[in-house]
């Protein structure tokens, strides 16, 4: 169903990855987004130019309120991926669960009708204390919200910014052999400008709402075939060798003494599932082929 006068969207997030990508889109398609960040100076520098900006803390309920007011539906992106350390114990809790209520209740203070929330492909309940639960109960605080509700959850995102194919980039320039996390672990990378589409088509219409709808490109890889793409890409060859998932978190835990150390331990919980959908999980939702990564590296780069 269309949604006859909607008001402006707001993107929580906007100067991650996600939430820039998706600003520009908006802003391309006349819609003028309402770009929320905790740091809008830091944003504005990633943010289209003339981008409606404004501050907002997600533990912040004052800040969010003020930031919602006049918005018809929120875009949630905000959130600490699973790449990133935490930086008291807590955090993941605090951001993930704690900042969405806060959001949640600030959008409904403010009569915000929607929320469109990213979140991971596969997410579930997770053991507690981990990572995945908080990512869990996120969706759980958007599912029981009494607000229209629609969660996109998409594998591994590749493109211009793009964290994860950059990352391992990186450690193909730092070290002289390519770790190898999980064995035959599958991705199924979908390209940011895909999920842009996805997600502004979930702004612009309530048809998919009350669903948690996973999302992968065309084609499903093991972690080693991905490390082949990038390494490719990037022109560097290193030999792989495997790193078992008993020792990576071994090498993760001794490394969260590090302040941005390159593996930690919630990444690793990725790797306890495949991170595949059915290949054709964008045309069947979305109505649209979506580029292959394959093809993106080889033509355009990691930062196509
Ligand atoms: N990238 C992927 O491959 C991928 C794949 C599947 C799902 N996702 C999901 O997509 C969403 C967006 O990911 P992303 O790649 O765009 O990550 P990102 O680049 O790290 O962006 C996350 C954003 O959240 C903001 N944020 C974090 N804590 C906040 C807080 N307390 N208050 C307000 N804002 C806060 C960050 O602000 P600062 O810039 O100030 O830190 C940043 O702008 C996440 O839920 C992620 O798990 C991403």
Known sequence: MSRNSPGPIAIVGAG???????????????????????DPARAAAVLPAGADLRAGELLDGASLA?????????????????????RYPGEYRRVHVDGTRTLVDAARARSVSRIVLMNGLGTRPGKAGSYMR????????????GLGW??????????DGAAF?????RLSRQLPVMPVLGGGTRLQPLWIED??????????????????????????????????????????????????????????????VLPNPPLVPATLELFDFDNVTELDAVPRNFGFQPRGVREHLREHGLDG
Do not use: N, Y
């Open 195 to 256: 999920l842009v589409t996805c997600l502004a088509m979930a702004c612009a219409t309530t048809r998919w709402d009350g669903r948690a709808i996973d999302l992968g490109g065309p084609e499903q890889l093991t972690f080693s075939e991905m490390l082949d793409l990038i390494m490719d890409a990037t022109g560097r060859r290193r030999p792989k060798v495997p790193l078992p998932l008993p020792i990576a978190r071994v090498q993760a835990r001794l490394m969260s």
């Open 66 to 86: 003020a930031a919602l007011e006049g918005v018809d539906a929120i875009v949630h992106c905000a959130a600490i991926t699973a790449d990133r350390k935490e």
């Open 150 to 159: 629609v969660a996109l959850q998409p594998s591994v995102l590749f493109g």
């Open 134 to 145: 908080t990512r869990w109960e996120m969706g759980e605080t958007v599912r029981q919200s």
């Open 165 to 169: 194919p950059a990352a391992f980039a």
């Open 16 to 38: 991650g990855f996600v939430g820039r990508h998706l600003a520009a889109r908006l802003q391309r398609d006349g819609l003028a987004p309402r770009c929320i960040a905790r």
